[in-house]
């Protein structure tokens, strides 16, 4: 029970960080717009929708208010909208940010493991544990935004350099004796869970291009 407390007060106080920095970049302007957008978009996917919008509603609803004040304000705009019709607008602008983020945050993430396969074409000095490094670091920060380290590993493999107390460990097998050994906060567990899900089948359909790239050259 101390723990399961402890776990929710963590990311609670995460909660409320990225939600203040977004809330103090929404005052600032249009130019500061997409930062107060990103704080939030981080915030969300690391923590969750529900936790924001349950305990810290007062400070949501001032973001996109705030945002979409300002939006109308750089256009020389008056609306006559009410406060619902503003917090509607502004929901609005927030959904439309994190359609084209994660949409650029895939094309980053492809663009990464691209690069992975360039190198292991086209450099002579080549070796699996710098391709694996690589890999765990783009999924790390990426993907799942620093909440959880990975490491791909061999199937026989030792990795209990991973193994910590209040930390969780995941393995995803990926093929042929290969697999991704994940670790994260027990605070994280429902956030990891969200974000793997939705990761899940393209994480393992890049990383096996990228290993049967290096694997058929050899």
């Known amino acids: 029970m101390k723990n399961a407390n402890t776990a929710s007060n963590l990311m609670s106080v995460f909660s409320k960080i990225r939600l203040s920095l977004s809330h103090y970049f929404s005052f600032l302007g249009k130019v500061y717009l997409t930062v107060s957008q990103e704080q939030y978009f981080i915030g969300e996917k690391v923590c ?32 006559r909208l009410d406060r619902r019709g503003l ?3 502004g929901e609005k602008m927030m959904q439309d940010f994190f359609l084209n983020k994660e949409i650029k945050n895939k094309y980053d993430v492809n663009i990464s493991f691209d690069n992975i396969v360039e190198y292991i074409l086209i450099s002579k000095n080549k070796n699996l544990s710098t391709i694996e490094e690589h890999i765990s670091t783009i999924i790390s920060q990426k993907i799942f935004f620093n909440l959880a380290v990975c490491k791909v590993v061999d199937i026989k493999e030792n990795y209990v350099s991973l193994e910590e107390v209040g930390y969780e460990i995941f393995e995803q097998n990926i093929f042929n004796g290969y697999k991704i050994v994940y670790k994260y906060s027990y605070s994280y567990n429902k956030s990891f869970n969200e974000i793997f899900k939705s990761n899940e089948s393209y ?16």
């Open 48 to 79: 969750s929708y529900t936790l924001i919008k349950n305990e810290y509603k007062s400070i949501y609803e001032n973001i996109l208010l705030n945002n979409a004040q300002e939006y109308f304000k750089s256009l020389f705009l008056s609306p």
């Open 87 to 89: 917090l509607i607008f």
């Open 203 to 218: 994480i393992k359909k890049s990383v096996t291009n990228i290993l049967l790239s290096y694997l058929n050259l050899e």
